[in-house]
Structure formats: C-alpha cells, structure tokens
C-alpha cells in the first residue's frame, strides 16, 4: 500500500515538472473557498474565473496559500496530460482524490484565457 501511495505521488510530482505554468504576472492568482457541497473543480467557473494550472515552479501560489492562511487548494493540470491536483502549502502536490486527499479551496486565476482586444474608436 505504502508503494502505490509513493507511486501516485511520484507520478504527480513527475507531472508538475512536465507541465507549462499559468502563474504570469498578467494571471492574478486567487484563493477561493468552497460553498456548501460544492466540488472543489468547480469553485473557480462558479466564480466565473479559470482554474489554476500547476507548473514547475510553484513558489508563487505556495506563497499565495501561505499568505491566506489556506493548507491546501485545488489546482488543474496543464498539457496533454490533464489531472486533477492539491497543491499544499509546504509545496507538495498530489493527485486529488476525494477520500483520502480533498480540500475545500481551489486556486483560481482572474485573466480570461481569450481576452477582448480594447480598441481607441
């Protein structure tokens, strides 16, 4: 048991460092709390905003967690493998599995993936 468990987190931490991030400086990042009953992969589009992908470095959104005293947050995955993670807040990153390794907060990023062009008219 202890062998598969230390495989999935293997696998997970291997998935992080294959991933492209969203933590960019135009990509305001922000913890959200779940509402009653509600699945942590749909805080953020009930908020109207994207899900927060995981990459390599995760500094900034341990450092978000930190900050919002929040132990752990629901994030996605980005790339062709797609996954659903928790990123703590000592860094760790592991498979999201409600039973055993659930949270009641998601990471979220307030930039729209398609964002309207402004124009002068």
């Known amino acids: 048991m202890k062998l598969r468990a230390f ?4 696998a997970a931490l291997g998935l992080v460092v294959a991933l492209s991030g ?13 509402k009653a009953g ?7 589009e009930t908020a109207g905003l994207k899900q927060a992908l995981v990459a ?4 900034e ?15 996605g995955s980005a790339g062709e493998v797609k996954a659903d993670l928790v990123l703590r807040d000592n ?3 592991t498979p ?24 002068d008219n």
């Not at 495989?7 to 293997?10: D, F, K, L, N």
């Not at 969203?22 to 779940?34: I, K, N």
């Not at 509600?38 to 953020?44: D, F, L, Q, T, V």
């Not at 999201?96 to 062009?117: E, F, G, M």
Request: aromatic residues 2%; proline residues 4%.
């Open 22 to 34: 969203t933590a960019h400086a135009d990509h305001e990042m922000v913890v959200l709390a779940a």
């Open 61 to 75: 959104p341990v450092a978000l967690l930190q900050k919002e005293k929040v132990a752990s947050a629901f994030v």
């Open 7 to 10: 495989g999935a987190v293997a």
């Open 38 to 44: 509600e699945a942590p992969s749909a805080i953020c």
């Open 91 to 93: 860094g760790m990153v």
């Open 96 to 119: 999201y599995v409600q039973q055993i390794n659930d949270t009641d907060h998601a990471l979220c990023t307030k930039a729209d993936a398609v964002t309207p062009a402004k124009t």
């Open 56 to 59: 390599q470095d995760t500094a």
